[in-house]
């Protein structure tokens, strides 16, 4: 199977989904004289890093965001002639995935928008800090491919970059995850997110969209979207999830990590390099080098 072909059965690129059963638009309008189809095209490695893809186009309404106060985002998916898309496939369960994360990989977050039956979609954002964020929608139109668009929008204000670098382990909520395992670009690589509390192993994680989990991965230098789904089918309920991940290229990743536990869902964020192998091919012996952001 080539990659194209992974990508669109896995849903376009690679976010590490612990199994993530996505909630999905029960709230999609009708087809009518508002409504438009994407006729089926292919989609890239790396999703979100451009408005327009799958034969539609990503139109964010303009708004300006203010730091430190929640804020409204407001959009629409524009197909043929710029009519509003108003139908779309269910994907694990939800209509639309959307992202929201500053470009250094700071503030992240991941909602679920409402759809209007003009095709409007809204949802709530923030309160985040002053820079540029990148939207990323991730849905599959009726009768197209699952595509994800990216579109930037301005908290207002001079951002403070957040410092980064590769981490393996995340405090959360009096949770401790660590990730363990490498990412090999162009090779099936597994990683496994192990979840404890107080020092000890966490083995009832709750179904959070269906599944145990859901693990977001961008890449660092541009915000690439990536998708993919967890080695063990989703069905582990910790302390231990695996996911398989198919990095198409390499650089640094920043993997975000959902979970519920307790009631509450909580995110986990990592940042990993890739590692290839000098001297010898995926499989044979040779030497780690990490790969640059």
């Known amino acids: 199977m080539n990659t194209a072909a992974k990508v669109s059965a896995l849903g376009l690129g690679l976010v590490l989904a612990f199994g993530t059963a996505w909630a999905a638009g029960a709230a999609v309008g009708p087809l009518g004289p508002a409504s438009a189809e994407a006729a089926p095209v292919e989609t890239p490695e790396l999703g979100g890093l451009t408005d327009t893809a799958g034969g539609c186009r990503l139109e964010l309404a303009g708004q300006r965001l203010v730091p430190g106060v929640p804020g409204g985002l407001s959009f629409r998916i524009l197909g043929r002639g710029d009519v509003s898309v108003t139908v779309f496939d269910v994907d694990h369960d939800q209509a639309m995935h959307l992202i929201f994360v500053r470009r250094d990989g700071s503030g992240y977050e991941h909602l679920h928008p409402t759809l209007a039956a003009d095709g409007t979609w809204t949802t709530q954002v923030g309160p985040a800090a002053a820079g540029t964020y990148r939207v990323i929608a991730d849905v599959t139109p009726r009768g197209g491919l699952k595509v994800a668009w990216g579109a930037d929008v301005q908290v207002a204000g001079q951002d403070e970059p957040a410092p980064g670098g590769p981490s393996r382990t995340f405090a959360v909520d009096g949770y401790r995850v660590d990730l363990a395992g490498d990412l090999r670009p162009g090779a099936a690589s597994e990683v496994t ?45 910790g302390p231990a999830v695996r996911f398989a991940a198919d990095v198409p290229v390499s650089g640094r990743y920043r993997l975000f990590l959902d979970f519920r536990h307790g009631g509450r869902v909580h995110i986990a964020e990592f940042a990993l390099d890739t590692i290839t192998l000098s001297g010898g091919k995926p499989g044979e012996h040779g030497h780690l080098t990490e790969g640059k952001p």
């Open 193 to 237: 997110a192990m979840v404890t509390k107080d020092g000890a192993p966490v083995s009832d994680l709750q179904p959070y969209l269906g599944a145990y989990g859901h693990l977001v991965a961008l890449r660092a230098a541009d915000l690439g979207f990536l998708h993919v789904h967890p080695a063990d089918g989703g069905v582990t309920a």
